[in-house]
């Protein structure tokens, strides 16, 4: 009895026509019959007639038909195949939602922990390798490996038709399949790099099928339009930006690496006494520990490094980076014009924008790695007006107008700001805000992400850029402003505690121990501590008076970083015997009524809590390790209580 692979040999044209033939072999196509279809596709005559058609029953099938699909892409009807390939790019789907990603997760024992837009993120092609990844994934990475075959086969007066509608496709693609970004990036950074005439990285992606091509049968004889090459050239810029604006988009670490590390490389030159000992520089991070972490930056350092071949300067960074959101919106990878077949390829080089966040990442890589555009740039940034700009545009845009956001972006976009920032401070650039509004809004911007940044590493660069900032401004009484604003106004504790360290600072620096008082300054006087005098000791008698424990315990724990803050920060203004008389401490405390109405209601609420813990309504609610722990936090807040109890009666007893 014949094998379906024997059917597929003796019914090969001439002895059946080609639309016969492509029925039969879909009839018979299965993995067994893989190397003989592989053997029939090498007829060239034959592969130009339906190859094309082929591409959508190979890919189920791989990685065992990657073979065939080669001569597909090497002897198929190029701009055929080109719309065939396309076409499937943009029907791929979620491999997370598909289920395959968990599957593959389990069957190789990964953990959970890491985006899953990363993992198993490496650039491997083994076979274990290739049969671990989600068949979506093997698709999509395959699909965009047979373009640059296909591409340098056609002819055309106008490539970049053929390119914008191929380049369009495959950033959709990553986008939707969202797994394995950095594989599926060096993918479309092989692509990119063929397209601009330059040779691969690394030969990892383009296998068989660059190595040989038939000639385009409707090849353009004719001169090339010098326009159209500009355009391919925008095209490849273009889609630098935007594959790094996809990296950035699917980052979110849960190790100590945000982002790109940028910021981190910053902050260590910047503050070499800060780094932990025996902790990894970000200079010296190791791969086996820091395996996404490490795919990431060579990733991104592959893109930069493309972008700095095609000419990606950093003048048209810096521009397109100050672009108003709305306007750059329209040009996200993601969105719903991306998917659509029907675009028409731009007329001319300024109708292909580049992607703001993208060209973001790598203007920050230049300042963090030091390079040659590093230097260039530092010559003109400045926290202000460039870096407030900067903020401006791509911080805290929530849809009410407000930026109670900022610090909820993605690590990668964070990362890459923070370290812009902290280089300008590298460089004691500075500047002077346009407006005077300008200052106060770049200090609410990059307090709100040291609130809101969910990794911890980011939110303390975050923390000292805003510290730094705010102390380089000469003015006391602006200073002033902005410390009382947010200690009346803010709604998050972390900050009010923050903006305890800055008054904390101020008062030390104006009033050296020993030392002359900075006259001139306002925190060297009254004055600082009895403006803010009712945010950091507000009267509590009312607010941990509720008849419901509950509630008052809720509300204690939430604001509990703030009272210890401002406890600690009040014994510090006791202790310091200097400061009592030049500051007014009596008058601070007295008129203030802080015994009564902070400390008082403190430690009352403190002995309630305590009783509740041991046989109350909390020891019900809490569980074991809930009472152990509001025990720990009842036992710091009565050491701090007693240290203020004790500073506060020597000062009754002072003269």
Request: with cysteine; glycine share 8%; aromatic share 4%.
């Amino acid at each position: 009895m014949a094998t379906a692979a024997d059917r597929l040999l003796v019914a090969r044209p001439p002895e059946t026509d080609a639309f016969t033939y492509l029925s039969l072999v879909e009839l018979n196509l299965s993995k067994e019959v893989l190397p003989t279809l592989e053997d029939i596709l090498r007829d060239g005559k034959l592969t130009a007639e339906i190859g094309w058609d082929l591409i959508g029953l190979l890919l189920p099938l791989l990685p065992q038909s990657r073979g065939c699909l080669d001569l597909v892409a090497q002897l198929g009807n190029p701009r055929e195949v080109i719309l065939k390939i396309t076409e499937r790019l943009r029907l791929l789907k979620d491999a997370v939602q598909e289920g395959e990603e968990e599957e593959t997760a389990t069957t190789n024992g990964s953990s959970g922990s890491v985006h899953p837009a990363f993992r198993d993120c490496d650039s491997g092609n083994s076979i274990q390798q290739i049969q671990s990844r989600p068949l979506q994934v093997e698709q999509c990475q395959t699909l965009i490996a047979l373009l640059p075959t296909v591409h340098r086969r056609i002819k055309t007066q106008f490539p970049s038709r053929f390119l914008s509608t191929s380049l369009s496709a495959v950033l959709a693609a990553i986008v939707r399949v969202n797994s394995h970004h950095c594989l599926l990036i060096d993918a479309a950074l092989e692509l990119a790099q063929s397209c601009a005439g330059l040779g691969t990285s690394n030969g990892t992606t383009l296998t068989r099928a660059s190595l040989h091509g038939a000639a385009d049968p409707e090849a353009y004889e004719g001169e090339r339009s010098a326009e159209d090459s500009k355009i391919q050239q925008r095209l490849l810029e273009s889609f630098v930006t935007h594959l790094v604006e996809i990296l950035a988009s699917g980052t979110q670490s849960e190790d100590d690496n945000p982002g790109l590390g940028l910021s981190k490389g910053v902050f260590e030159r910047l503050e070499p006494g800060k780094i932990v000992p025996k902790r990894p520089t970000s200079a010296g991070q190791t791969t086996n520990e820091h395996h996404d972490f490490q795919q990431r930056k060579d990733t991104s350092q592959k893109l930069r490094a493309l972008a700095d071949v095609l000419g990606l300067g950093v003048e048209a960074l810096e521009t397109v980076v100050k672009i108003p959101a709305a306007q750059d919106d329209a040009d996200s990878p993601d969105d719903d014009h991306a998917d659509e077949e029907g675009d028409e390829p731009p007329d001319s080089p300024e109708a292909i924008s580049l992607s703001r966040i993208g060209s973001l990442v790598l203007l920050s890589q230049g300042v963090a790695e030091e390079t040659a555009n590093s230097q260039a740039l530092g010559q003109r940034q400045s926290i202000f007006p460039f870096h407030a700009k900067l903020l401006k545009v791509l911080v805290g845009l929530d849809e009410a107008g407000g930026i109670t956001s900022a610090g909820t972006e993605p690590d990668m976009l964070i990362d890459s700001l923070l370290a812009l920032g902290l280089g300008a401070l590298e460089k004691n650039q500075i500047g002077e805000p346009e407006e005077d509004d300008d200052f106060t809004r770049y200090l609410q911007l990059t307090s709100l992400i040291s609130a809101n940044c969910r990794s911890s590493t980011l939110r303390y660069y975050a923390h000292y850029l805003t510290s730094t900032v705010l102390r380089s401004n000469p003015s006391d009484v602006a200073r002033l402003a902005f410390i009382r604003d947010t200690l009346e106004n803010c709604p998050y504790e972390n900050l009010k505690t923050s903006a305890i360290s800055w008054i904390k600072g101020e008062t030390l620096e104006a009033n050296p121990p020993g030392g002359a008082t900075q006259e001139r300054s306002i925190f060297a006087t009254p004055v600082a501590l009895q403006t803010l005098s009712s945010s950091l000791f507000p009267d509590l008698t009312e607010v941990l008076a509720s008849p419901n424990v509950l509630e008052r315990w809720t509300l204690f724990q939430t604001n509990l970083s703030f009272y210890l803050a401002t406890l600690n920060f009040y014994y510090l203004l006791l202790c310091a015997r200097h400061l009592h008389q030049r500051l007014a401490i009596k008058s601070l405390h007295n008129d203030n009524d802080i015994g009564g109405s902070y400390l008082g209601p403190l430690r009352e609420a403190s002995v309630q809590f305590a009783k509740s813990l041991h046989d109350g309504v909390l020891r019900g609610t809490e569980g074991d390790k809930g009472v152990e722990a509001g025990r720990l936090d009842l036992m710091v807040l009565e050491d701090v209580l007693q240290r203020v109890e004790r500073g506060v009666a020597a000062l009754a007893g002072e003269r």
